[in-house]
C-alpha cells in the first residue's frame, strides 16, 4: 500500500510540474506580447500627432522648445556613439581574456579570473555611472582639457568596460567548446601554439564569437544610467566625442522622471522612442542567431 501511494504521488507530480513549468513560460510569452502591444498603441498616438517622415528625417531634436521638433536622429547618433567607442574598448579585451582563458590559463588562474569577471558583470549599472562621472571623467580631463564633464567618451569607455565580460564569457565558451583534436591535429602539423589559436580555433569558433559580440552590442544600445549620468542630455548630430550628448535611452529617462505630463506629445515621444530602441535591439538578436545559425561548425 505505501509502494502503491508513492507511486500515485510521483505519477501526479509528473503530470502537475509539466503544467506549471507551461503556466511559467506562457506569463514571460504574455508579458513580452503586453509590452510589445503597449508600446506600438502609444507609439501610433504619437505618430498621430508627429509626422513620421518627421521622426526618422528631420536632423533636431528639441521636444521642450516653444516651436518643438521631434526628429529622432541626433538621439541615435548619440547611441551609436557610444556603442562605437564600446566596442573599440570591450571587442578586443574581451576576445583576448577569452583567448587567455582557454588556452593558456591554468586552472588555478581560471578560477581567479573567472570570479572577477562575474562580479564585474553584477555591478548594478548605475554605479557604473557614478564612476564614470566622478574617476574616469576627471582622468580623462587630465589627458584632455577640452573634454566637457558630460561627453560621449567616458560613459563609451565604461559600458565598454560593463559588455567586456559578456563578450569574454560567451566566446570563451565557444573556444572550449572546438575539439581538442583539432589543436593536437595542428600541433602535430608543426603549428606553435599562437598558430594553431589564431589559424584553427578562433576560425572554428568564429560563430559563437560573432553572436557573443553582437549580442554584448545590444546590450550597450539599450544601456540607461551609464550614459544618463555622465553622457550629458544634448542631443546633437556631432561626431565629436568630447561634448555632451544624448542618447535614446537617456531622453526615456528624463521626460520618465516628470518633464512632461501625461498625455502631452512630449510623453508620447518616450514610447516612440522605445519602439525605435526595441527595432534596434531586436535586429541585433536576430542578427546574432542568424550569424550563429550560418557559420556554426558541427563536430
Request: aromatic content about 10%; cysteine-free; overall charge positive.
Amino acid at each position: 500500500m505505501i509502494l502503491e501511494k508513492k507511486s500515485k504521488k510521483k505519477i501526479n507530480m509528473e503530470k502537475v510540474i509539466p503544467k506549471l513549468l507551461f503556466l511559467t513560460a506562457a506569463i514571460s510569452v504574455f508579458t513580452t506580447i503586453g509590452i510589445i502591444l503597449t508600446l506600438i498603441f502609444e507609439t501610433f498616438i504619437f505618430f498621430d500627432r508627429v509626422s513620421i517622415v518627421e521622426f526618422f528625417t528631420e536632423a533636431k531634436w528639441l521636444p521642450f522648445a516653444s516651436a518643438p521638433s521631434y526628429g529622432i536622429m541626433p538621439l541615435i547618433v548619440g547611441t551609436l556613439k557610444i556603442t562605437v567607442i564600446a566596442a573599440v574598448v570591450a571587442v578586443p579585451v574581451g576576445l583576448a581574456t577569452a583567448i587567455f582563458l582557454s588556452e593558456y590559463a591554468s586552472e588555478k588562474t581560471r578560477r581567479i579570473i573567472k570570479p572577477i569577471l562575474e562580479v564585474l558583470a553584477g555591478i548594478p549599472t548605475i554605479v557604473y555611472g557614478f564612476f564614470a562621472l566622478t574617476f574616469v571623467t576627471p582622468v580623462l580631463r587630465d589627458l584632455f582639457p577640452s573634454l566637457d564633464m558630460f561627453n560621449a567618451l567616458s560613459p563609451g569607455i565604461v559600458v565598454g568596460i560593463m559588455i567586456m565580460p559578456m563578450i569574454a564569457s560567451l566566446s570563451e565558451d565557444a573556444l572550449v567548446s572546438v575539439p581538442k583534436s583539432i589543436r593536437e591535429g595542428a600541433y602535430a602539423l608543426g603549428a606553435t601554439k599562437l598558430e594553431t589559436t589564431i589559424k584553427v580555433v578562433l576560425p572554428a569558433a568564429i560563430s559563437g564569437i560573432v553572436a557573443s559580440i553582437v549580442l554584448a552590442l545590444s546590450r550597450a544600445i539599450g544601456e540607461t544610467m551609464i550614459v544618463s549620468v555622465a553622457g550629458g542630455s544634448t542631443p546633437n548630430m556631432s561626431m565629436d566625442v568630447t561634448s555632451s550628448i544624448q542618447t535614446m535611452t537617456a531622453y526615456i529617462v528624463q521626460v520618465s522622471s516628470g518633464d512632461a505630463g501625461y498625455g502631452t506629445t512630449i510623453y508620447y515621444s518616450i514610447y516612440a522612442v522605445g519602439m525605435t530602441l526595441f527595432v534596434f535591439t531586436l535586429v541585433m538578436n536576430l542578427l546574432a542567431q542568424f550569424i550563429s545559425r550560418k557559420f556554426r561548425e558541427e563536430y
